[in-house]
């Protein structure tokens, strides 16, 4: 059996970071280090193992043959190594550590927002980043320990823990808009209406989904107003500049205090729930696995987690 030095183990993390990030200055960046470190730790591995691990450009770095089969045994090895000082948590008074998380604007008012307080009382070890972000980003590459993104959007290879039940999508304006323009009876009607229009992340412009199963359709709504943010197109609606359509829970205190009235409610689709996702490869955190318990508990969902 070979040996290796504790400078072998800290050159092969340096060259599996490199291999994750595809760049030496990223890799870089996430171990602490200055580049020209970064690039004399591999050239050291390379003399010392004795093979070429990475084909290098002024623009580009990508592993050779011996380097990719390398990469791929050591993510799985650093992988174990990372579960298993992870199931040491279970012998600590609470969670501790640092959490990066990447959501929606939405995901941060309604789910973030009323439990952050507690949680960070409850658990004073912990330091939380919350990156609000509406674009789909790869939270591995980018550093991050887990996303909240709607269910339907997240990749296939990542694991996913409902936040939320199906939430319910509606159409709403306000009483004066709706006295001056009437209110629309099918989706065809709101072809003749102001709508508020809503501009994704990836920037194409969100087409209304309204109904389901045979009755489900989309409806591109005209307006003369685009925004990319939920709280514009709400206060817009309460201006009575259109018809906003959004998450019921974003609209609920305007709905009841009689502000903001559901139009087609018979159209009103139940969606994807909001999610929380990370790589399938990683053990919980308990830092992480405390949060999702906080916010499914806030939304009225029991404890899928345990510990």
């Not at 509606?170 to 508020?196: E, S």
């Not at 009235?261 to 308990?286: E, F, I, K, T």
Request: aromatic share 6%.
């Amino acid at each position: 059996m070979p040996s290796y030095s504790r400078h072998d183990l800290a050159d092969l993390s340096a060259f599996a970071a490199i291999c994750r990030r595809g760049s030496f200055r990223l890799a870089a960046s996430e171990l602490g280090v200055s580049t020209s470190a970064l690039s004399h730790a591999l050239r050291n591995l390379e003399g010392r193992l004795g093979v070429k691990l990475l084909n290098r450009t002024t623009r580009s770095v990508a592993p050779t043959e011996a380097g990719s089969k390398l990469a791929a045994q050591l993510d799985q090895s650093f992988g174990e190594i990372g579960e298993a000082l992870s199931e040491l948590g279970q012998y600590r008074a609470g969670p501790l550590g640092g959490l990066r998380i990447n959501v929606p604007r939405d995901a941060a008012r309604l789910l973030l927002s009323p439990v952050l307080a507690r949680y960070l009382h409850d658990y004073p070890g912990v330091k939380i980043e919350v990156v609000v972000d509406n674009n789909m980003v790869d939270i591995v590459k980018t550093g991050f320990d887990a996303g909240i993104r709607f269910g339907d959007t997240v990749p296939q290879d990542m694991v996913c823990m409902p936040l939320t039940p199906p939430l319910r999508w509606v159409v709403v304006a306000a009483p004066a808009y709706l006295g001056r323009h009437g209110t629309p009876k099918t989706p065809d009607d709101l072809l003749r209406h102001a709508c508020i229009r809503l501009r994704l992340g990836d920037q194409t412009l969100y087409r209304w989904e309204l109904g389901q199963g045979p009755r489900a359709c989309e409806i591109d709504a005209p307006g003369a107003l685009i925004v990319n943010d939920t709280d514009m197109a709400v206060d817009a609606a309460l201006d009575g500049l259109g018809l906003a359509y959004c998450l019921e829970r974003y609209a609920e205190p305007h709905l009841r205090a009689g502000r903001l009235r559901r139009v087609l409610d018979d159209w009103a689709p139940a969606g994807a729930p909001l999610v929380m996702y990370y790589p399938s490869r990683r053990q919980l955190a308990p830092a992480l696995s405390r949060l999702i318990q906080a916010i499914r508990a806030a939304n009225g969902l029991p404890d899928a987690i345990g510990g």
